[in-house]
């Protein structure tokens, strides 16, 4: 049997239970999130990784390498914003062929310099080996705001029934400058740039966990299948209205036949998902000056899924309801 | 101009001038130690990460799974030991081909864990990506021992003039592994298991920066070089008497005429070089019940690298004082 068959989620669950042991009174959130999360002292250490692979997150000639060294970051600081944490330092490995030209290393740390400021990230060391391609892995380590002694966490499994599903910004936009790229856009397309330069909206994470609000999750995989992990570890089910998606202007001009489905399954927008109660949600987008889209709620019984709902109720079947790492989707493939 | 030609070392250096911001409070030890270490409250967190590649540092069918897991945590929890610190939390990225088999990842996890199991760390979370071939990325997080609010740390810019150089255990054995691995050797081979367990001496860096220590390093690139780095952080010279340095008996047994040059520029031993006041040396070494051989001292002037002597003080060359990721050495490559 290879990965494949299992697919992303089969083999993280087949691997979290090797880790059998008991896990420490330390650790608050562990495997299964957008980040760990752990005590140190009087403070809450928020910790999370990702790569990007040549060949398969990203074409070296078909995007700059600055744009990746940005990107590297952002995925990560959108992980931890999706926590409603603060990021604060990054590790960055970089594997890369001995023949890489040193010129492109420097675009790639520029590009990553340039979201360290932006976000207020500190690259605090890495490694560099050897590799047949070259990839790009950033650890990013935060804290979370606390009040009272206690950790002001955003949590998959902090949903409940009746709760509002909310979304931050635009979609799609993300997915439809990868096609783009495919076809040969430019890294001056807006839709590329979507693609390339995510801007995870932190500062509203950050403010939706001061308001009380207890559940978010980022747009990575697509937005169906994120809220699904919402689902899975809450025990509930979720509907969306397929016509309160904000769908990208952008994508709506230049796929219009496809703005929903890369919308709402496309993946990799980096928004932020709240779950909770809806003023509070509403308020966390006012203080933070990032408009919030209400798009469904969470549902007692059924499959713990997201279903996305026509103006008659029906559900709409996408094919695929987003990315899983190893065994793609149904309509699309990262690189 | 490619990578290759600059070196490991020359690209983390141009990489760091380009992140050129000023360095926060918090960042207590940045770029170009075995870890990075900032404050979180009255802590003081550590951290660090490596990668092992396939084809680079492994061979899939020479080496099984479950011990390419243990070494990919094992060489992280070297650098934590040798900043004096305690290892916690773990997140592990594991970048893989879709037709790999689940056995496979089981088994790489179940060495994992074990490593995991024997020094007391939780594996947190992490991320799966495909990709051409294997690669395990682990980033390690811990904390630092502190005593009046300062955290006990060993820097390699800790050296002082006439500071006694110390290593743990005895070396080499892991570079006669890799021999022994490439002429078809097996894992239950006691030089193959030195390559491919590192069990690092975790509990004599602590010993180490709690009896007043504030030197030292782990034996990754090579002796010779890995000393190196800590002349340059300190700006001064050492010296290294040959008939001192503690060889594996099983690699003198093997390959007596390269043993010196295997122990002293070999690397991946994962023991810990300690440098500072002898008696205290001594006394962590006692009090961690693993034995430390003094193999030279630290001195003023002259090029700020490490220098082998024979009998007579005349310099030893060897040829490569140890390994550099993107050059590899004149006689030796990873795999």
New interface residues.
């Given amino acids: ?6 697919g ?1 989620f089969g ?2 669950g ?2 979290a239970s ?4 008991e ?2 009174a ?2 608050i ?5 957008d ?2 999360v ?1 005590r ?4 809450y ?1 928020i ?5 990007m ?1 040549e ?3 990203f074409v070296a000639d078909a995007a700059s390498w600055a744009d990746i060294g940005w990107k590297a970051l952002a995925v990560n600081v959108s992980d931890i914003g999706a926590m409603g944490g603060e990021p ?2 990054a ?1 960055v ?1 970089l ?2 062929p ?6 492109d ?2 675009a790639l ?2 590009g ?2 340039g979201c ?2 932006e976000y207020g990230v ?12 070259v ?1 790009v ?1 950033v ?1 990013l ?1 935060g ?1 979370a705001q606390v009040a009272g002694g206690e950790p002001l966490l955003l949590l998959r499994s902090g949903a409940k029934a009746g709760d509002a599903i909310a979304v931050s910004g635009t979609l799609g936009a993300s997915a439809a400058g990868l096609r783009r790229l495919r076809e040969g856009g430019q890294s001056s397309d807006r839709l590329v740039r979507a693609h390339m330069r995510p801007s995870p909206p932190l500062s509203l994470g950050q403010e939706a966990a001061r308001g009380g609000l207890r559940c978010g999750i980022d747009v990575s995989d697509g937005l169906l299948q994120d809220i699904g992990h919402i689902c899975e570890m809450s025990g509930l089910g979720a509907l969306v209205r397929a016509d309160a998606v904000p769908t990208s202007p952008d994508l709506t001009f230049a796929y219009p036949q496809d703005a929903l489905r890369l919308a709402c399954a496309g993946g990799e927008d980096y928004e932020l998902v709240l779950v909770g109660d809806r003023e509070r949600i509403e308020r966390a987008g006012a203080g933070s000056g990032i408009p919030v889209t209400i798009i469904g709620e969470m549902i007692e019984g059924g499959e713990r899924r997201a279903r996305l709902l026509d103006g008659e109720g029906s559900e709409i079947n996408l094919g695929s309801p987003g990315w899983d ?3 793609g989707t149904a309509f699309e493939r ?1 690189a």
């Fill in positions: 049997m290879d990965v494949s068959e299992i992303e083999l993280i087949r691997l090797i880790l059998g042991r896990a420490p330390d650790l959130v562990g495997i299964g999130d980040a760990a752990w140190a002292g009087d403070q250490v910790a999370t990784t990702d790569t692979v060949g398969v997150h604060l330092f590790l490995t594997a890369l001995p023949d890489t030209a040193v010129d290393m420097d740390y520029r990553l310099n360290a400021a500190a690259i605090a060391g890495g490694d560099i080996v050897s590799a047949p391609q990839s892995t650890a380590m804290r790492h190893l065994r990262r």
